[in-house]
């Protein structure tokens, strides 16, 4: 292989930066070219590739956001858009790819592998979502700025005396919500995965009331419901003052953190080896502080799982 590419999709997670870097890094040490591909799938449909060079990627290590832009793209989910894709891929002489981005984007990588194009999945969302990696690029990073506005609303709600309902990201992955949640020592946390009976949750609650706990934080995983749902039901079954905070975008943007900067340049570096040694269709991930690959097909149809445990000893942790 004499030329890649490299493109981020979907959502921007921090860390994507540090992926880029380490994937033009990586391949040109390894001699060979790179391109960047503006805007995802819709800058592969369109030709919006760029020349890499080693300077194209200084100074981007500690930023938050994409570098190449990102897009959400219909048209590359037909089979006439991704055939418009790999066509720009073969008249700029591109002869693998590099997807960084979430499950929507790991489905465009599929089907570019289906018609015969290699290309290779680094996990980059804030949601943990991804299949077949113990962290995707981006969770730290959001971790910590939701644990960080968690721990100031925690002071207006001792001052005040009141609950707050706080709803974090995730998709329909509840590993934000319950790494915050357990990280701040919430009283409550639901998640999709957990099935939480709004009862039990009251009865929860109404047990702390009756123990003098004049204040709660309960973190709602807005795969889970709406965060304002949730804090009008409580305050109407619990009479507790009540307020709801949708932490939204704010959790996708800031510098990444030491362990997404390191785990990106280990996942984009490693996936350019994979690449130059003939491997395509996988995705890349870390297991157990390894570096691991999976075949994107079993990675797209298996059940994201959250570890349970955890919830249950965040349980036994706020009793
Ligand atoms: O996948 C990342 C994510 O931030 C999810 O947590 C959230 O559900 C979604 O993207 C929001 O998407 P958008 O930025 O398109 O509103």
């Known amino acids: 292989m004499k030329r890649i590419g490299v493109l981020t999709s979907g959502g921007d997670s921090p860390g994507m930066n540090a992926a880029i870097r380490a994937v033009v890094r990586k391949a040109i040490y390894h001699e060979v070219e790179v391109y960047g591909i503006f805007y995802g799938y819709q800058g592969l449909i369109t030709g919006d590739f760029h020349k890499m060079e080693l300077g194209s990627v200084g100074d981007i290590i500690h930023r938050g956001g994409t570098k190449l832009y990102t897009a959400r793209c219909e048209e590359f989910k037909t089979p006439e858009g991704q055939k ?148 009008r039901r409580l305050q109407e079954e619990t009479n507790m003052e009540t307020r709801v905070t949708v932490l939204g975008h704010i959790q996708r943007g800031g510098s990444p953190t030491g362990s997404d900067r390191v785990l990106a340049s280990r996942l984009g570096a490693y996936a350019v080896d994979l690449l130059l040694q003939g491997e395509a269709g996988v995705t890349v991930g870390i297991q157990r502080n390894e570096l691991v690959f999976h075949d994107i097909n079993e990675i797209l149809t298996e059940p994201h799982s959250v570890d349970l445990n955890m919830y249950k000893l965040s349980q036994e942790l706020s009793i």
Do not use: C
């Not at 979502?129 to 700025?145: E, M, S, V």
């Not at 968690?150 to 790494?179: F, N, P, Q």
């Not at 039990?200 to 702390?208: C, E, T």
């Open 84 to 231: 418009k894709g790999i066509k720009q891929l073969e008249k700029f002489g591109i002869e693998g790819l590099v997807v960084i981005g979430g499950d929507g984007s790991y489905r465009g990588a599929q089907k570019l592998t289906e018609h015969g194009f290699p290309t290779i999945g680094v996990p980059g969302t804030i949601d943990n979502d991804i299949p077949g990696t113990d962290f995707t690029i981006g969770f730290d990073t959001a971790l910590n700025t939701v644990i960080e506005a968690i721990d100031k609303i925690r002071d207006t709600a001792t001052s005040h005396e009141r609950t707050y309902v706080i709803e974090v990201m995730g998709r329909e992955a509840g590993d934000l919500a319950l790494w915050s949640g357990l990280a701040d020592g919430a009283e409550t946390i639901v998640i999709p995965e957990a099935g939480d009976d709004m009862n039990q949750i009251v009865s929860r609650l109404k047990r702390g009331q009756e123990r003098g706990k004049k204040h709660s934080i309960i973190i709602v995983a807005e795969g889970a419901g709406s965060g304002f749902e949730f804090g």
